[in-house]
């Protein structure tokens, strides 16, 4: 759990780099959206304790994105947070099914599925919301891949998400495994030392 919970402080700084580094948003390409939020509130609902799985995970996401959003200029809450906020309270519950079992073989795949639910309700959010995008199936279907001029496309932004999805998670669940066996290590000792 310890190891869970410094991997998500960490996370959580990392994710707020832009603004120790004074980035804005025209700078690098590579490191916006390569957040290890969504993993992490997945493998969190799926691992951490109960009394925290849930409210450490989301208390790091909205404090972050309220900081990252002033930051930016942006309004602290607008449509699209609360679109990210309900796909990740979605993304919760997913992970939230897999408590009994939290293995990397049943995990992974769902962080992966997750990130796909989480792009597709994000940029219909966006397209519903942004004056830039036809309301039509064209629209749509710009807010899915190339999105709006003077931004990168969307699909560099999933591209980004998807591997941060997998690598956050991977780390996760190695941080939640070491701990695993250092308790079992732990108990083998103890085991010994009575007999």
């Known amino acids: 759990m310890i190891a ?3 991997l998500l402080l960490i996370s959580a700084l990392y994710r707020l780099l832009p603004v120790f580094l004074g980035y804005t948003t025209e700078q690098p390409s590579w490191f916006f959206n390569f957040s290890p939020m969504a993993a992490l509130i997945l493998c969190g609902a799926a691992c951490l304790p109960r009394r925290i799985a849930i409210i450490v995970p989301f208390a790091s996401l909205l404090v ?16 699209e947070l609360i679109a990210k906020t309900i796909a990740f309270a979605a993304v919760a519950a997913f992970g939230w099914q897999f408590r009994a079992q939290p293995r990397a073989k049943v995990i992974i ?15 219909s959010v966006s397209w519903m ?3 830039g995008y036809a309301k039509s199936i064209g629209g749509w279907a710009q807010a899915l891949t190339v999105g709006l001029p003077n931004y990168q496309p969307t699909w560099m932004f999933y591209r980004n998400q998807f591997v941060s999805d997998l690598v956050f998670s991977v780390l996760f669940l190695a941080c939640i495994r070491i701990r695993a066996e250092d308790h079992a290590q732990i108990g083998k000792q103890v ?3 009575h007999w």
């Open 4 to 6: 869970g919970l410094v």
């Open 64 to 79: 972050t994105d309220f900081i990252l959003n002033a930051h930016y200029g942006w309004p602290l809450i607008n449509a």
């Open 109 to 123: 795949p769902a962080v992966l599925g997750a990130s796909v639910f989480f792009y597709l309700v994000t940029n």
């Open 129 to 131: 919301c942004e004056p």
């Open 191 to 193: 085991q010994a030392a």
